[in-house]
């Protein structure tokens, strides 16, 4: 059995004199520390880091609170702990750490929620941007073989800045998108050239989730969900008209 001080209730050792809280001349007898309201006449008082940690607790959706009211709990309860029963207040430092990290928790979920909305909208804007260089590399590819009757189409994106505006394209890369003009062929020998792709692909093909957009002298745009340019031109599905312009229909149309 412990020794404990009748005047505050510290623990002590047989060989101590003095109690080191209170410095009051202890006798080394055991027995069960004493009633705090008993020994001082009066109930424990309540623990001002306590109450401070409990105040900022209510406030726990704001993060700094929150933050002050776990580090204010854990001192409270330590403070609590040391006091030998001269301080209480234990029940509302442990509420301020519920609340305290209940208002963390939930401030982290909102950021996760609100780094995936800005991913979200980066990407639909990226999409946007990608078919939108699709079409301007179509009507580039026209005014081209209009300009250019003896020739036709080109596969050379330097050739299309030329005679019409796509500086921002000319250079192949976009918005997180690559650009690519290829499989140039004439239908007759020695003919202009009447057929070409278009493709559009994410820079970080095999990272991300974005589509991938191809076309060709049929000035129509199709689609794949996978990212995939070879199978955009294989079996991609024909993006509608209606759906140009709001990226996030893209995958349900596209899908049926």
């Known amino acids: 059995m412990s020794s404990f001080c009748r005047g505050c209730g510290n623990s002590f050792s047989e060989d101590d004199v003095f ?30 880091k306590a109450i401070f940690s409990l105040v900022c607790g209510i406030l726990f959706l704001f993060p700094p609170t929150a933050i002050v009211a776990v580090i204010f709990g854990h001192l409270s309860l330590s403070e ?24 963390l928790a939930a401030v982290s979920i909102l950021m996760v929620m609100v780094a995936f909305s800005v991913r979200n909208a980066r990407q639909a804007a990226n999409q946007s941007s990608a078919v939108s260089g699709v079409r301007t590399l179509n009507t580039a590819e026209i005014a081209y073989a209009q ?5 036709g189409y080109t596969c050379s994106l330097s050739d299309l800045s030329q005679v019409w505006g796509i500086d921002d394209l000319a250079q192949g890369h976009k918005d997180g998108y690559v650009f690519v003009l290829q499989g140039c062929e004439a239908t007759k020998p020695n003919g202009p050239i009447a057929k070409y792709q278009l493709l559009a692909y994410p820079v970080a093909q095999n990272k991300t989730r974005l589509p991938a957009y191809c076309s060709n002298e049929s000035d129509r745009i199709k689609i794949d969900q996978k990212g995939s340019p070879q199978n955009c031109l294989r079996t991609g599905a024909d993006l509608l008209e209606s759906q140009i312009n709001h990226p996030q229909t893209w995958t349900q149309n596209s899908s049926r």
Not at 80 to 100: E, F, N, Q, T
Not at 147 to 151: E, K, S, W
Request: with cysteine; hydrophobic share 40%.
């Open 80 to 103: 609590i702990r040391r006091s030998a029963g001269r301080l209480g207040g234990k029940g509302m430092a442990i509420a301020a750490l519920v609340l305290g990290y209940s208002g």
């Open 19 to 48: 109690c080191s809280i209170c410095g009051r001349a202890v006798s080394a007898t055991s027995g069960p520390p004493p009633d705090p309201a008993a020994a001082f006449g009066f109930p424990p008082e309540p623990s001002g």
């Open 147 to 151: 300009a250019h009757p003896a020739i």
